[in-house]
């Protein structure tokens, strides 16, 4: 049974993975090599805990519960020689992933399982180097970010693990209110990157063609496919709609759809000028002085209540 959770990397994704396990009551070890962030992540943690409960989500007691269940760690020896579930969220480089795990297989029991939360790099060249016995507890579990505000994890199900293993991870990401979805094929960017890069493109795509302007382009998603999409799925909405309806607007609308294999050329160029969106003050929309941070807390009050609501989907 799976008590102790391992989280390696503490940056923009390790720390919310971290908190999240615990809150759900894993005594969880979070470690990073950049020593400074072993000082910003509790900070950070506890932020984001405190805004959960200010927001009503959680009570007060359970962020001091949940911060009580984090052990922050030094070394990965230390934070890892007791797993039984490591999932890292360190650097999205195979040789760095590959030289991790290799230091893992080292330090943790046999039953640990291994995961890792990339958003590009193939598993099976990932684990291609341990032994076999633990490629048969390896997986990715792929979160979306803010990991605590974000309820979907990705977890393979590539057929290198037993049934058993699998389902006692499922079963720890479901107790931690996460909403899994099961991968079965190794495919570039999983299932869930997959399906926002093809609404991407074309959204991109749109504004560059001067079809609508960002803002124009923006809510028609946010009132329209997306706002349908948040309560229900698309293969659900398909079979409400009725499936010879889809087959006749897709034979129609496909041929004239954008099918670049990169990335869209008014995008490239923004990013060419310095101007990488919030982060720089200026990207589709522009931010000047504190309208970056005030979208951004806007923003995660939204998710919020979206997770609230979500509980009913
Ligand atoms: N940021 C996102 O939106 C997002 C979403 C889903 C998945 N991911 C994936 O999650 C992973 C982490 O991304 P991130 O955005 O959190 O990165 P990040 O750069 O914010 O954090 C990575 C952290 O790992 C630490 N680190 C590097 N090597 C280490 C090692 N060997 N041992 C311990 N700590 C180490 C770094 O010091 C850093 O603090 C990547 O694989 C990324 O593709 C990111």
Redesign the pocket.
């Known amino acids: 049974m799976i008590k102790n959770i391992t989280v390696?990397?503490?940056?923009?994704?390790?720390h919310g993975i971290a908190h999240v396990f615990a809150r759900a009551g894993f005594k969880v070890n979070l470690?990073?090599?950049?020593a400074p962030?072993l000082e910003i992540a509790p900070v950070k943690m506890r932020e984001e805990l405190q805004f959960m409960a200010d927001e009503g989500y959680i009570d007060q007691e359970t962020v001091e519960k949940t911060m009580n269940n984090i052990t922050i760690c030094a070394s990965?020896e230390e934070a890892a020689k007791d797993a039984d579930y490591v999932i890292?969220?360190?650097?999205?480089d195979m040789a760095?992933?590959k030289?991790?795990f290799a230091?893992l297989d080292k330090i943790c029991p046999a039953h640990t399982v291994f995961a890792?939360?990339?958003?590009?790099?193939k598993l099976n060249e990932m684990i291609a180097d341990l032994p076999a016995e633990r490629q048969e507890r390896c997986m990715v579990s792929?979160?979306?970010?803010p990991?605590y505000l974000i309820p979907i994890a990705e977890l393979s199900k590539f057929g290198n693990m037993s049934e058993e293993v699998f389902q006692e991870v499922y079963d720890m990401y479901v107790k931690a209110e996460k909403r899994p979805v099961c991968v079965y094929k190794d495919v570039t960017g999983m299932i869930a990157n997959r399906l926002l890069h093809a609404l991407a493109r074309e959204a991109f795509y749109l504004v560059e063609e001067g079809v609508g302007m960002p803002e124009d382009i923006d809510n028609a998603l946010k009132f329209g496919p997306c706002f349908r999409n948040a309560t229900t799925g698309m293969l659900e909405v398909a079979d409400m709609g009725g499936l010879d309806i889809w087959v006749a607007g897709e034979d129609n609308i496909f041929p004239a759809l954008n099918n670049s294999d990169k990335a869209c050329s008014m995008m490239r160029k923004l990013v060419e000028e310095g101007n990488l969106g919030m982060k720089t003050g200026k990207g589709f929309y522009e931010y000047p002085g504190e309208e970056g941070a005030k979208a951004q807390t806007a923003f995660y009050k939204r998710l919020i209540e979206q997770l609230k609501v979500s509980k009913n989907y």
């Open positions: 390696v990397g503490a940056g923009t994704m390790g470690c990073d090599t950049y962030m990965v890292e969220a360190v650097k999205e760095v992933k030289a991790l230091q890792t939360n990339t958003s590009s790099l792929h979160w979306y970010n990991a």
